[in-house]
């Protein structure tokens, strides 16, 4: 059983910064996704093979940064720059089949439980 487990969430006023962190095992694909109430689940960012390549949505690019340290088996999601609408249940999700697609929530193996971040 794998268990990815994100922290870092909170509430922080417009224009503000939080940085998620998410305890992962070496996955070739780590993504994060987020979901407000009433929409569907989002991808937000996703990184191949550590950071090698990384992809955003457009709603956060320039804004949002995926890293990896994976000395620490832990994937960030640095956050600027925040919005209202960002405000969202943010989930860490791991392991991409190959031939995936990195945005689509349903084709990962793993997910973490989910940090909640409000923007105001």
């Known amino acids: 059983h794998v268990q990815l487990v994100e922290s870092g969430g909170g509430s922080v006023q417009a224009g503000g910064s939080l940085r998620l962190s998410c305890t992962a095992p070496?996955?070739?694909?780590v993504g994060w996704f987020r979901q407000a109430p009433g929409k569907e689940r989002e991808g937000v960012a996703a990184?191949?093979?550590?950071?090698?390549?990384?992809y955003y949505a457009d709603s956060v690019k320039g804004r949002f940064t995926i890293s990896r340290d994976n000395a620490k088996n832990t994937v960030y999601l640095q956050m600027n720059s925040l919005k209202p609408e960002d405000t969202a249940m943010y989930y860490c999700?791991?392991?991409?089949?190959?031939?995936?697609?990195?945005?689509?929530?349903?084709?990962?193996?793993?997910w973490g439980q989910g940090t909640q971040v409000t923007v105001s």
């Open positions: 070496l996955y070739r694909w």
């Open positions: 990184a191949y093979r550590g950071g090698f390549s990384t």
């Open positions: 999700a791991a392991d991409l089949p190959a031939g995936g697609s990195w945005s689509r929530w349903d084709e990962y193996n793993y």
